[in-house]
C-alpha cells in the first residue's frame, strides 16, 4: 500500500513539474510573439521573408566542409 502511495505522490509531482514547464514555455512564446510583432513594426510593416512563389534574389553561400 505503501508503494502505492509513494507511485502516486511520484506521479502528482512529476505532473507538476509538467505544468509548470509548460506555463514557462507558454511565457517565452509570448515574449517571442511580441518581439517579432515589434521588428516587424519598426521594418515598416513589411516582413523580410521572400512571398511564396516569388523568385529569390541572387546570393552566395559557403561550405566549411570539404
Given at each position: 500500500m505503501a508503494v502505492l502511495i509513494?507511485?502516486?505522490?511520484?506521479?502528482?509531482a512529476l505532473?507538476?513539474?509538467d505544468l509548470v514547464l509548460?506555463?514557462?514555455?507558454?511565457r517565452r512564446l509570448?515574449?517571442?510573439?511580441?518581439?517579432?510583432e515589434r521588428l516587424v513594426s519598426e521594418n515598416?510593416?513589411?516582413a523580410k521573408a521572400p512571398v511564396v512563389?516569388?523568385?529569390v534574389r541572387e546570393f552566395t553561400a559557403s561550405t566549411v566542409g570539404r
Open positions: 509513494a507511485i502516486g505522490i511520484l506521479v502528482g505532473c507538476l513539474l509548460t506555463f514557462g514555455v507558454i509570448r515574449e517571442h510573439t511580441e518581439t517579432l515598416g510593416g513589411t512563389g516569388q523568385p
